[in-house]
């Protein structure tokens, strides 16, 4: 089992609130890793900071060289008070209002579209000459649509979405596809991949083609990681035979999710309440799901929890972590914990670096988090 790094171990001893504990040292190697997987020097790998946009965070990822993808303009200006430049953020978003496309035009970033709508606004009203498009997963793979297919321009308009930019004064430059998220294996991001590197040869204008694909985390700690290799060696052979087929240099950006951040980070709070009820063990702490929410809104990949104490050999049975308030869907965890815990000790979740901080709220009236950066 994965253990608590002795540095983040330190921060939870004096731990009076719920906290968010990030490990900058495993930020900086899963950086390094990504770029390893992608070496040519036309790629460059994108934080998508949705993720997590604290500044420590995007401060780091900017000094190992790794761009930002955004998707509004509050986390465009936080990626460039990183120090990130301009051209390597993206900013993939839907609905863009008038003013948002001049400011992002004004930044000198490339935006790509969400609709054939959103191409003849954005030539209408801005100066730029040049867009990209995103391109319907959908559409790409075939099949009846759902709400959650909602983004994107089918690849059947991408012809049409060529002629609007041109009868325009613009053209269409670049293309982007989020394949979906949370993949255990690049083998199943190959069917749309496949099918986006063949619709975007048609592209007459393709400066850039834009690969957002979530990579996996592994909650579970099974041990079963995604080839973040092999994904590289894939999408890098792709964009040489693209290349070769336009005659010309094409940027590649790659955006590989929440893999990137999220297990720098740890969230640790204290034991406050035990009791049995129904015949189960409830363990009550001192955080909640406004706090921590990930855990709320996908209970189908819970995080590893375990308790700090780890100085003996503690015999462990299951139990279920819930907040300290009276909403009853307030459950962070249903682990297995020492059957000897009691109050006051530290629990922790690993893999917390990415979609958790970044989601809380005022929900449940309960005060943020507190964040801890260790160097």
């Not at 839907?94 to 992002?104: A, L, Q």
């Not at 040489?240 to 950006?253: N, T, Y």
Request: hydrophobic residues 40%; aromatic residues 8%; proline residues 4%.
């Amino acid at each position: 089992m994965r253990k608590v790094p002795i540095k983040v171990a330190a921060s939870c001893e004096s731990l009076d609130s719920p906290t968010f504990i990030y490990y900058i040292a495993y930020l900086i190697d899963n950086a390094r890793a990504f770029r390893r997987s992608f070496p040519c020097s036309e790629s460059k790998v994108l934080f998508a900071t949705m993720a997590n946009p604290r500044s420590e965070i995007l401060r780091a990822l900017a000094q190992e060289e790794i761009g930002a993808c955004v998707n509004s303009i509050a986390h465009l200006n936080a990626a460039r008070d990183a120090g990130i430049p301009a051209r390597d953020i993206q900013f993939t978003s839907s609905g863009i209002t008038s003013e948002d496309m001049r400011r992002i035009v004004a930044a000198g970033v490339d935006s790509n579209l969400d609709s054939l709508g959103q191409i003849e606004q954005f030539f209408r009203k801005t100066s730029s000459r040049k867009c990209g498009v995103r391109v319907s997963t959908r559409s790409l793979l075939g099949g009846a649509f759902e709400a959650s297919d909602r983004l994107g321009i089918a690849v059947g308009e991408l012809g049409d979405a060529v002629n609007r930019a041109r009868e325009l004064g613009g053209q269409v430059s670049g293309a982007h596809v989020y394949v979906g998220t949370n993949f255990q294996s690049h083998h199943d991001m190959l069917p749309a991949l496949d099918a986006f590197f063949e619709a975007v040869q048609k592209l007459p204008d393709i400066s850039y083609v834009n690969v957002g694909g979530g990579i996996g985390v592994d909650y579970g700690l099974s041990e079963n990681r995604f080839d973040v290799n092999r994904f590289g060696s894939y999408v890098e052979s792709r964009m040489d035979k693209l290349r070769q087929v336009k005659a010309r240099s094409i940027r590649l950006f790659v955006e590989p999710g929440r893999s990137l951040v999220a297990s720098c980070g740890y969230f640790a709070c204290r034991v406050t309440d035990i009791k049995r009820l129904g015949g189960r063990r409830f363990v009550v702490v001192d955080a909640s799901v406004a706090q921590f929410p990930r855990p709320w809104h996908h209970p189908e990949t819970p995080h590893t929890v375990i308790a700090l104490d780890t100085s003996k050999d503690r015999k462990c049975d299951s139990a279920i972590v819930v907040g300290r308030t009276t909403y009853s869907n307030d459950v962070l965890a249903q682990p297995s914990l020492p059957v000897d815990l009691d109050i006051g000790e530290v629990l922790v979740f690993f893999d917390a670096g990415a979609y958790c901080d970044s989601m809380s709220s005022r929900f449940l009236g309960q005060a943020a988090a507190k964040q801890v950066f260790v160097e």
